[in-house]
């Protein structure tokens, strides 16, 4: 996939920007909060329909202004194809592909398919269960649209469900029946989810290792143990029995909303165990593996968007990436940087053609 055109109208600190890409490198310059990694994220946005970094779609208007626009033009196949996403305050986000609504978004994730590398990806690790979850759900979803819909039917029902635990605490009555309804659709999605996410896995942990012994140099045992409620119970039964546990919480006590994806290297917490570097590899060989998953199922390559990768990434880490580039295996590649100087020497030297846009304040000088 190429993006050849990104324009953006009132999109964070850009009023109005113009970018047309004929290459597949581009290094964006600037000082810190110039708006390189702004950038990315309008790449992002026209992916997911979101912002990769500030979930609040009014934040992401031009502080003072009242609307934001996010145009691309990407070249799919032989295919043209227009993307533009937009919000207005107060009202609902559109997101147009050649001019015809997205009415459901799940319907258009998974089209314009990108891969971050970013700082804030130490979270990964370092975080509790949600954020593991959100990135294999994230994962999932560009590959597998069944497994989208059914985990927005679930988020859906488990956040009325919860809702109406709550209530049930302050009127002091239960209403089975309700309960009973919102179980109805928790339990297929949920169950649907937890088989998808164990069969993605399988598959995805083969192309993780590889990428995890190759950026480390290392024969250590880097896994992925994917650990749910429903891994010994039938959802069904689960729900049944923290029922009187739900109501006195007011919440949902069990569910695929609760599993983790704990991740090892020679059956130890990466957290806990890894080394700063041992924790780089993971973290860009997961990326890695992303990418590879994503390639294969849609038979072509997502972008690749690299931010901030020089200052995060030690000499070794950084010449197995620029390998991975010289010798093809990524399509597009966008990446930031504030130092001057160092993205075009690294790349000239690795004889890699590379576009340089220097960015001040949201304008391209
Ligand atoms: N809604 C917004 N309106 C105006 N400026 C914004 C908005 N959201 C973020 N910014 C600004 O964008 C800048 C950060 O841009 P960013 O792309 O992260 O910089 P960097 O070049 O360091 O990657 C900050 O100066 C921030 O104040
Ligand atoms: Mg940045």
Redesign the pocket.
């Known amino acids: 996939m190429f993006l050849e055109r990104l324009t953006l109208f009132n999109f964070?600190?850009y009023a109005e920007a113009n970018l047309h890409f004929d290459q597949s490198i581009y290094c964006f310059l600037?000082n810190?909060?110039?708006?390189?990694?702004?950038l990315l994220d309008a790449m992002h946005y026209l992916s997911m329909t979101k912002s990769s970094i500030n979930p609040s779609d009014a934040?992401?208007?031009?502080?003072g202004e009242k609307q934001f626009i996010v145009k691309g033009e990407f070249v799919v196949g032989s295919k043209k194809q227009e993307v533009v996403c937009s919000y207005q305050a107060g009202q609902k986000k559109i997101v147009l592909e050649d001019g015809r609504d997205s009415t459901k978004f799940s319907e258009h994730i998974g089209k314009y398919p990108v891969v971050m590398i970013a700082p804030q990806d130490i979270e990964l690790i370092w975080d509790g269960s949600e954020i593991r979850r959100k990135f294999f759900d994230s994962l999932i979803s560009q590959v597998d649209r069944v497994y989208l819909e059914n985990l927005i039917v679930y988020t859906t029902h488990l956040r009325q469900r919860n809702s109406a635990l709550k209530l049930f605490a302050q009127n002091g009555r239960v209403d089975e029946d309700l309960l009973f309804s919102y179980d109805q659709k928790i339990i297929p999605s949920g169950e649907l989810i937890h088989q998808r996410r164990k069969d993605f896995l399988k598959g995805f942990l083969g192309a993780f290792k590889q990428h995890y012994q190759n950026l480390s140099d290392s024969n250590e045992d880097a896994y992925i143990n994917y650990q749910s409620d429903l891994d010994q119970n039938d959802l069904a039964d689960i729900l049944t029995k923290n029922r009187e546990r739900d109501w006195l919480a007011q919440r949902t006590h069990a569910g695929i909303h609760r599993d983790d994806f704990l991740f090892l290297l020679n059956n130890q917490e990466v957290k806990k165990f890894g080394s700063q570097g041992q924790q780089k590899s993971f973290l860009i060989a997961l990326k890695l593996a992303e990418f590879q998953a994503i390639t294969e199922k849609k038979k072509f390559k997502p972008l690749l968007l690299l931010d901030d990768i020089f200052d995060k990434l030690d000499d070794i880490r950084i010449q197995k990436i620029l390998q991975l580039i010289s010798n093809g295996t990524f399509g597009q590649l966008f990446i930031?940087d504030?130092r001057p100087g160092r993205c075009e020497e690294v790349l000239t030297q690795a004889q890699l053609k590379t576009g340089m846009v220097k960015?001040e304040n949201g304008k391209f000088v």
């Open positions: 964070k600190n600037g810190n909060g110039s708006g390189k990694t702004n934040q992401n208007i031009r502080l930031t504030a960015i």
